[in-house]
């Protein structure tokens, strides 16, 4: 069986920003996380927790290390935002 390279897997999820919500602003913000280096690659903020908000948070990620997107994985928890049509044709036009 053949072991998964770590250093090509990135990770994305939505969580509410509890420091906003303190100040009773219901912000959301996704993060992809690189598993290799357990750091935070990219993120994004907004008021809806959407497809774009994923998007923009893999975008982020993309732009800011830039990595070999033919080789990439990228795994979510496969809620609606990283299943919706917007989503999975915004992955397949960075191969």
């Given amino acids: 069986q053949k072991l998964v390279d770590l ?3 990135i990770v994305g999820f939505i969580v ?3 420091f906003v919500v303190w100040f ?3 912000d959301y913000l996704a993060s992809v996380l690189d598993l290799s280096s357990k750091q935070v690659v990219g ?3 907004s ?3 959407n ?3 994923a998007r923009d948070a893999l ?3 993309i732009s800011r290390h830039q990595p070999n997107a033919n080789t990439l994985i990228f795994h979510s ?3 609606v935002q990283y299943c919706a049509n917007a989503f999975v044709q915004y992955c397949k036009s960075k191969n």
């Fill in 7 to 9: 250093s090509r897997v």
């Fill in 16 to 18: 509410i920003n509890q």
């Fill in 24 to 26: 009773l602003r219901a």
């Fill in 43 to 45: 993120w994004a903020l």
């Fill in 47 to 49: 008021k809806q927790p």
């Fill in 51 to 53: 497809t774009q908000l």
């Fill in 59 to 61: 975008s982020n990620a």
């Fill in 77 to 79: 928890d496969q809620g």
